[in-house]
């Protein structure tokens, strides 16, 4: 009996890929993602997993059945097979009892499954343990000579952090149900636990409110939730183990609300200028003010039943209340010296119109600026200082410093991110020394947002970390776009979520992710079919080439593709940003590029039966630059990234050259290496140019079509060792 270790070797990982053209493992690790808490192998070949028959002992409710059920439809779609033609696999659940604190941060989601020659046994003290091990079983399906088979193995687990979400801005792009849908149906299969719906701002309110008409009359362009939307998505997740946790974001980010109930603003009319939103804020003097959040609340809570409540607070100005005469007498009559000490008196009075209604309120980590209630949780978005400042008052806190997925960081990069580390995450010395020379920036810079090397929680402190969300703001994130800018970078961060923290080997996260991305597509994610329709709509009939380079780059970073940020560091035009752009196509973290990376390590390492698939690979990338300038040709969006496809043709030439390198055991001479140098740095300053937000800011020019090559490094890679390297 052995633990699958956490780290193997490069040719271990190549083979365990299961998807190189010189054949897949007999019996292949399974490719389980979260990665359990434990995995052990046993000894004995795989069990047949082509059809089961669920057998049940201990609790049994409708709710579990249908987890069953769409266990049961997985297998069908993972298989192909039809269950009433083979012999089904007996699969014993035992639950232990129904879960008073299901859908809570106490919920029991720990389980054990055993996989023997008699079948499969899944034993959970409550049922959203027994969804989590059917989640890990569906993964651990797999194919080979034997067909469809599960290993031997025994699985013990249980989640590190009880709250790990995912965070969709619905308000400024607005996400139809069956969209939302599709991504609680991915969050059950990962073990994500809690969606987090933004359902207002500035751009938006996304709820029918029977009090409140107006908000959906005039605040939400037609595009909105009715109550019976809510509730049925509310049933949806809870079925799949899933807590929706509503945000209606005040006092700022309120424009919508505003334009529906204007008497509450603290100013009249609608300021100009770049940063006008975030000087528009409700009033904080009016009883008015609280009277309509004490109704609007008040309907809300009623349709969202989950104890926590989020009401924003974050990145107030405070412009407009400098300038109402009405909210400065307010604050002289109430001892109110700052703007920190307004929104302090605002959010105390929001927390007890929260508790009221039997609400624990949660806030951006602004809310923390000054003293809060104890029972107020905290959620740190800048910085991973923020942690440390929330826990240090005794707030809980959760945590998206690093997780912000509309940064267009790669999956790798949020991995490295651990809830716990105080000091992970932020502006460094170097750029916030740039930031304050910045006439722009240097007002809006805050001690969360840079990072404190050497900043530790203490053990107290630890434990008021509940876990992490990943975040997604919509500004450029479309309801055809979000699978594809949400997964599979959320299910990373779902590992780094309920896995050990010692989990960290990238290469074997993304062995498996690469399986498991697939899984999440033949349940319904429509990542890939999407973006096979965003590229015919620009190519139609012509589409091959341009679905080839897609998926070889990733846009460029950290805001570089948006064209109101443009606007205001680089003096172009802003305006309306559409959303046919081979950069809003493309995948922030191109998984053609992490297999290749992956295949080309298991070269270097020693696995050169390799060699002929890769070269073949390569190849191909080379000789498409000639199709895609064919299928470009009287297309702008697409001959935008010509210079892109031929430096993609370059590179893999270059590619190909060092693998003939790397088999005859040659070194290249001075000048190969000075070209290769040239080609890969032109790469590097790319990705240097949009590598963090004050990059962005600094760099006029961004690559062409803002468009990083994904394959680059990989590359980088082979030339280092075929220099001997």
């Not at 009883?287 to 609007?296: D, K, R, V």
Request: net charge neutral; charged share 25%; hydrophobic share 45%.
């Amino acid at each position: 009996m052995r633990r699958f270790p956490a780290t193997t070797s490069c040719a271990a990982l190549a083979l365990g890929l299961g998807l190189l053209v010189w054949g897949p493992p007999a019996a292949a690790a399974p490719a389980v993602l979260p990665q359990p808490l434990s995995i052990q192998e046993q000894t004995g070949a795989a069990i047949p997993a082509a059809a089961f028959q669920v057998e049940w002992s201990g609790h049994r409710d409708p709710a579990l059945e249908r987890a069953a059920q769409r266990f049961g439809a997985y297998v069908a779609l993972r298989t192909g097979i039809d269950a009433r033609l083979v012999k089904p696999t007996r699969l014993r659940i035992i639950c232990a009892g129904p879960d008073p604190d299901a859908l809570t941060l106490k919920a029991k989601e720990a389980y054990r499954l055993t996989v023997e020659a008699e079948g499969v046994t899944l034993t959970a003290e409550g049922p959203i343990g027994v969804l989590r091990g059917l989640a890990t079983l569906r993964q651990a399906i797999t194919s080979g000579p034997e067909g469809f088979v599960v290993p031997r193995m025994q699985v013990d687990d249980r989640p590190r952090f009880a709250w790990r979400g995912v965070m969709i801005d619905v308000a400024r792009h607005f996400m139809t149900l069956e969209t939302l849908k599709r991504q609680i149906d991915a969050m059950e299969q990962v073990k994500l636990n809690v969606l987090h719906l933004h359902l207002s701002d500035n751009e938006g309110f996304r709820v029918e409110s029977r009090r409140y008409p107006k908000l959906q009359a005039l605040a939400s362009g037609g595009e909105y939730y009715t109550q019976a939307q809510v509730r049925e998505l509310v049933v949806y997740a809870a079925e799949r183990g899933v807590r929706i946790v509503p945000e209606f974001d005040v006092p700022g980010h309120s424009r919508a609300l505003l334009a529906a109930y204007p008497e509450l603003a603290s100013r009249k009319g609608e300021a100009d200028g770049a940063f006008a939103a975030l000087n528009s804020a409700l009033d904080p003097s009016l009883p008015e003010t609280y009277a309509f959040l004490g109704g609007l609340f008040s309907e809300m809570a009623e349709l969202f039943p989950d104890r926590y409540f989020h009401v924003g607070g974050d990145e107030v100005a405070g412009g407009d209340w400098a300038s109402s005469p009405r909210v400065q007498d307010f604050m002289r009559r109430n001892g109110l010296t700052s703007k920190v000490e307004l929104e302090a008196y605002f959010h105390r009075q929001v927390r007890d119109i929260a508790a009221a209604r039997g609400k624990t309120m949660i806030g951006w980590e602004e809310i923390a600026h000054a003293p809060i209630a104890d029972d107020v949780l905290v959620q740190a978005w800048r910085g991973s200082a923020a942690i440390a400042r929330g826990t240090g008052q005794g707030n809980r806190v959760i945590v998206s410093a690093g997780y912000y997925l509309d940064l267009l960081e790669t999956g790798e990069s949020h991995y490295q991110i651990d809830p716990l580390d105080a000091a992970a995450y932020g502006m460094d010395a170097e750029e916030a020394a740039r930031a304050r020379a910045h006439p722009v920036l240097k007002s809006l810079l805050h001690e969360d947002v840079l990072k404190v090397p050497g900043l530790q929680l203490t053990a107290a402190q630890q434990a008021l970390v509940l876990g992490g969300e990943a975040a997604l703001w919509s500004e450029l994130v479309t309801d055809e776009m979000l699978d594809g800018r949400l997964w599979p970078r959320a299910a990373v961060i779902a590992e780094r979520l309920w896995s050990p923290a010692e989990v960290r080997d990238t290469d074997d996260l993304y062995r498996r992710l690469l399986r498991v991305q697939d899984g999440l597509r033949m349940a319904g994610l429509k990542d890939e079919a999407n973006r096979d329709r965003m590229i015919a709509r620009l190519s139609p009939g012509e589409s091959e080439p341009v679905a080839l380079l897609v998926s070889l780059v990733s846009p460029v970073r950290n805001f570089a593709h948006k064209a109101s940020v443009q606007a205001i560091f680089h003096g172009r035009p802003g305006g309306r940003q559409d959303f046919n752009q081979l950069a809003d196509i493309a995948s922030p973290d191109s998984l053609v590029a992490r297999r290749f990376g992956l295949d080309v390590r298991a070269l270097i390492g020693g696995e050169r039966a390799g060699a002929p698939a890769l070269k073949a690979e390569l190849r191909m990338w080379r000789d498409n630059h000639v199709r895609f300038l064919k299928v470009a040709e009287g297309r702008p969006m697409l001959q935008a990234a010509a210079p892109v496809s031929a430096d993609i043709a370059a590179l893999a030439e270059l590619g190909l050259e060092a693998v003939g390198f790397i088999e005859a055991g040659r070194r290249p001479k001075a000048e190969w290496r000075a070209r290769a140098a040239v080609m890969l740095e032109k790469q590097a300053a790319a990705e240097r140019a949009s590598s963090t937000f004050m990059q962005t800011v600094a760099s006029p020019n961004q690559p062409p079509a803002d468009l990083l090559i994904a394959i680059a490094r990989p590359i980088g890679v082979l030339v280092a060792a075929a220099e001997g390297r």
